[in-house]
């Protein structure tokens, strides 16, 4: 079974089976005569999207994507409130039911850290990690490294800068672990003292062989980078309110901070921003945030493909 829960499980050979199969599934969506065809694909088959936490793009990408795949969808959003995890039962027991009615596959966000292995241990049915807490977001970290191949033309020998809330954030998480699949890259961390990267990312980095260091200061970051990895202070998941109120200013990227970038250097966030990234720069071809959120579709579509090609049955 073909369960999708850390970045770190893809090695080269199915990411660019990954990559080549969302090439594909682009071309076919774009072409007017193919895509008829593609609802074909999979029909017959369910998936349940199954939300704990907010989400617009995560949720809706997955959904879109197993439609035009010929899956169909089936949702609950806010499951933190609307299912039965208010009146006490176990995430464990809550899949065991889901299960029964027969989905292909599951895709899980949840507000646990580790939340998806968990549900992976009891699913008899393919699991799909849509973030869970402070943890991962392993599809996202997919659609980002296809965006910076897709804008770079290569993911090696590369300096990324991965900067915000990186204590909190599981998207700059599961990024990094992804990186280190790749040679002669070079990530600089910058966040605020209290948002610095933890450590079990760090000690991964060194095993792994790939270079990074942690820096303070955006502005003096910005001019090496080939790729800018901008994220959002994640307040609801801070521990002390007040944090937010002390850093925000100082980690935000307005048309100042741009001009410092290189000219072929890209811009991204995984969504979405809030006051980090002004939208004065969405003009500039070097903001590459939006056409990297529409590469989440296809690469959740070639995911989809993909576990499900998995099953035996
Ligand atoms: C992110 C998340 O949920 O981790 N959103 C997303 O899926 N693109 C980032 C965030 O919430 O800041």
Same mark, same amino acid.
């Given at each position: 079974?073909?369960?999708? !829960? ?22 076919? !969506?774009?072409?007017? #005569? ?60 809550? #899949?065991?039911? !889901? ?11 949840h507000?646990?850290t580790?939340a998806a ?12 990690n849509?973030?869970d807490g402070?943890g ?72 792994? @062989? ?83 959120? @529409?590469? @989440? ?17």
């Amino acid at each position: 079974m073909r369960h999708v !829960l850390r970045a770190q499980q893809f090695d080269r050979p199915l990411l660019n089976d990954l990559f080549r199969r969302t090439d594909e599934l682009k071309r076919t !969506l774009n072409n007017p #005569i193919k895509r008829r065809g593609l609802d074909e694909r999979h029909r017959g088959r369910v998936l349940f999207n199954v939300f704990y936490e907010p989400s617009t793009r995560t949720r809706m990408s997955f959904a879109a994507a197993a439609q035009h795949l010929g899956i169909k969808v089936v949702t609950t959003e806010n499951a933190r409130e609307f299912s039965s995890a208010i009146k006490g039962e176990t995430l464990e027991d809550t #899949i065991r039911v !889901l299960c029964e009615y027969y989905p292909d596959v599951i895709v899980l966000r949840h507000y646990e850290t580790g939340a998806a292995e968990q549900a992976a241990r009891v699913s008899t049915v393919p699991i799909i990690n849509a973030g869970d807490g402070r943890g991962q977001h392993p599809t996202q970290a997919l659609l980002d490294l296809y965006t910076i191949h897709q804008a770079l033309g290569r993911i090696d020998d590369l300096t990324v800068v991965i900067g915000g809330d990186l204590a909190n954030g599981r998207t700059a998480r599961s990024l990094s672990y992804l990186l280190t699949k790749f040679d002669r890259i070079r990530i600089v961390f910058v966040a605020p003292e209290q948002l610095r990267m933890h450590d079990d990312i760090k000690t991964y980095l060194t095993e792994k @062989g790939t270079e990074y260091r942690e820096e303070e200061n955006l502005e003096r970051a910005l001019g090496e980078a080939d790729v800018v990895y901008w994220t959002r202070i994640q307040r609801e998941r801070l521990d002390d309110p007040a944090t937010f109120e002390r850093v925000h200013n100082r980690y935000m990227i307005g048309a100042v901070q741009l001009a410092l970038m290189k000219p072929q250097a890209i811009l991204m966030h995984p969504l979405p921003r809030t006051a980090e990234i002004s939208c004065e720069v969405d003009q500039d071809p070097r903001a590459y945030y939006f056409r990297q959120a @529409g590469n @989440g579709m296809f690469i959740r579509m070639a995911l989809l493909d993909w576990v499900i090609e998995g099953q035996t049955w």
